[in-house]
């Protein structure tokens, strides 16, 4: 059972380049979501969906898009890439099950470096 | 301003002694608390999950509780092993806001031999 996979694993870019992190899960979740993390502050919430063809904005949402077309994937993209996107970006996913008690299970995370 | 408050900032014990971490809140109404633990360079893995209702919750050596009424938790470490450091986070989500977690900023704990 592999989980939440996140690809790559980390991420070279100069600013204006474009990318997509992709995030994958097998436990059929219906809810998946992207968060950053950066230092001394804790996971911010980018974007979220609740099932296939349903996404929404999180805390953060400029300068990143996502779809999801299948229950198992959900990537993001980065439009034009900003030193200010440098950072460790997580996706997790979890049943949506008994309301707001779902387990969250995160990816292994994604180190992006914008120069 | 951020919704959880964690404290200590970071903390260093020996290995076999207790510890306890602080997580205060403000998010509101709420539904649960989640307590996650994040090693270095790794996803942040689940200890705890409690809703209103529960006061107490235990994982192996780690017991978190919770008082709602002041909109405090907190997560105690019983006889720490090596393996126990790393960062504790805890996640706090608003009834109705399913999905918006608030995340607090984590508690460094560092396990010296």
């Known amino acids: 059972n592999a989980g939440v996979t996140q690809t790559p694993k980390f991420q070279v870019l100069k600013t204006g380049q474009s990318m997509t992190l992709q995030c994958a899960q097998d436990?059929?979740?219906?809810?998946m979501s992207w968060y950053r993390q950066d230092p001394g502050m804790g996971l911010r919430l980018i974007h979220y969906?609740?099932?296939?063809?349903?996404?929404d904005q999180g805390e953060v949402p400029n300068g990143y898009n996502v779809s999801r077309s299948t229950t198992e994937d959900f990537p993001l993209r980065l439009l034009s890439a900003a030193p200010s996107q440098t950072s460790v970006y997580f996706c997790a996913s979890s049943y949506i099950g008994r309301p707001g008690t779902g387990e969250l299970f995160f990816g292994e995370g994604s180190r992006l470096t914008v120069l | 301003k951020n919704q959880v408050e964690q404290s200590p900032q970071s903390l260093i014990i020996l290995e076999g002694k207790n510890c306890t971490l602080q997580?205060?809140?403000?998010?509101?109404?709420?539904?649960?608390l989640r307590w996650y633990k994040q090693d270095t360079g790794r996803g942040p893995v689940s200890l705890t999950i409690?809703?209103?209702?529960?006061n107490t919750k235990s994982n192996g050596r780690y017991t978190a509780t919770l008082d709602a009424d002041t909109k405090q938790s907190s997560l105690h470490i019983t006889a720490s092993q090596l393996s126990d450091s790393a960062s504790y986070i805890c996640?706090?989500?608003?009834?109705?806001?399913?999905?918006?977690?608030?995340f607090g900023a984590g508690t460094q704990v560092v396990v010296t031999p």
């Open positions: 996640v706090v989500s608003a009834e109705g806001s399913w999905g918006k977690f608030q």
């Open positions: 969906s609740v099932g296939a063809g349903i996404t």
């Open positions: 997580c205060n809140y403000t998010v509101s109404p709420f539904s649960n």
């Open positions: 409690m809703t209103f209702s529960e």
């Open positions: 436990m059929n979740h219906e809810y």
